[in-house]
């Protein structure tokens, strides 16, 4: 029995080291680059036709036409290609879940409990996930890190997706907490449809309601308690609360519903919160009043059939398009099970289809996310004093027939575009000689 067990545990470790791809975080780099050549779409709608892109130390110095490196420099020549700011994945649970509905240990994204405001999701972060290089391979370069479940999910942090561990891959840490707003619309079991079971009779509006009252109590204990000069003793729900009241995190709802985003207009009445919706597939009814109210939006689920029978069939399609002329900051989002967040550049392409020219679709994966995660100081666009998070494309990345990533820098480092798909390919290509 003993040599049955030591040789299932030698087969299991044979089967994880053949699964893993020869692929490392790139090494910090020194000294000029020059990115020449390239049609440059800068991020904030700017598009520099056969382009040059001066980098230091992995910072942008200047960005522009005409711009001549020095004899001797290191120059890359990207002519007849498109050159973008790295794409940015605002809400995924990225590096916390490997696979869905898979066993209960292997699940980083979720914490027991309804309200885990101390939960930080950096921490968890997982910098060997598999997906992570598929994604960098579609052009996208960061992510915002985001725990789910409960009533309060805890707190994301925005990560650079070429590191060694999640201390190095920390691009922005606990930027913001999450809030699941409760529904109001009755949601019937239908298993028990199909056993032919009586469904519970509730009131999911008034359910709602007394959450909301609970929600906004914990609120104003907090605030009664994060103005006391001291404490007797520490209360780390409400320490972990402190970021909403002073500014330095803001607080992500998740509710699609016009009733649902009226109680988030509210936390911003009451308790002047900076806040973001998630998802927000009914946002464009209530545009102006995010506009007035400052709240951007994060869209989700855009492929997907309208929220309710009255919407137009095309409605997600067109739903950026309206945020845009409204003025509201948005940001796409891909949180497809299926696609595993590969989409993102794509369904950009499809709200360029529906009202948006390409470089405003552009903007909202990359400067409007990087605005609304905190980090466009930092990211997010091509342009002077930021980091040098650079895609180079053979064609139009939005468009899925000629998005072919051929060159991606993190921080100015050339990061490497191998991935398991990949390599699976190259391996079967090579069984039948096709190699």
Known sequence: ????????????????????????????????????????????????????????????????????????????????????????????????????????????????????????????????SKIINTLKAQGILLAGVTPQGGTISGSSSVVQLDAWNWEDAAYKMDNAIHLNMPTFISRPSRFAAFLGLPQPQTDPTKEALNKIDEIKTLFRQAKGYLQEPTHKETNLKYEALKGLFNKTQKLFVHANQVKQILIAIDFVKEFGFDVVLVGASESFQIADLLKQYNIAVILQDEHALPATEDDDVDQPFKTPAMLQKAGVLFALNDEHGESRY?????????????????????????????????????????????????????????????????????QGREVSLENKQKQLYDRYKYKYELK
Do not use: W
């Open 1 to 128: 029995m003993k040599k049955l067990i030591i040789c299932i545990q030698l087969l299991a470790a044979g089967i994880a080291l053949q699964a893993q791809e020869d692929v490392y975080p790139a090494k910090a780099i020194t000294g000029k680059m020059y990115i020449t050549n390239g049609t440059i779409h800068v991020g904030n709608g700017q598009v520099i036709e056969n382009g040059t892109i001066e980098v230091e130390n992995g910072k942008i110095l200047q960005v522009g036409a005409g711009i001549a490196a020095p004899a001797g420099a290191k120059v890359v020549d990207v002519k007849g290609k498109q050159v973008y700011p790295g794409l940015i994945l605002p809400v995924t649970d990225l590096g916390l879940k490997e696979i869905g509905n898979g066993v209960r240990g292997s699940n980083d994204y979720a914490e027991l409990g309804e309200y885990n405001n101390s939960i930080r999701s950096i921490v968890a972060y997982n910098t060997d």
């Open 342 to 410: 590969r989409n993102l550049p794509f369904n950009a392409g499809t709200a360029a289809a529906y009202g948006l020219t390409k470089e405003q679709a552009l903007q909202a994966i990359t400067l409007n996310s990087a605005k609304i995660l905190g980090v466009d100081s930092k990211t997010g666009s091509l342009e002077a004093g930021k980091d040098a998070n650079i895609v180079v494309s053979e064609g139009d990345i939005l468009d899925m027939r000629t998005s072919i990533i051929v060159q991606a820098f993190i």
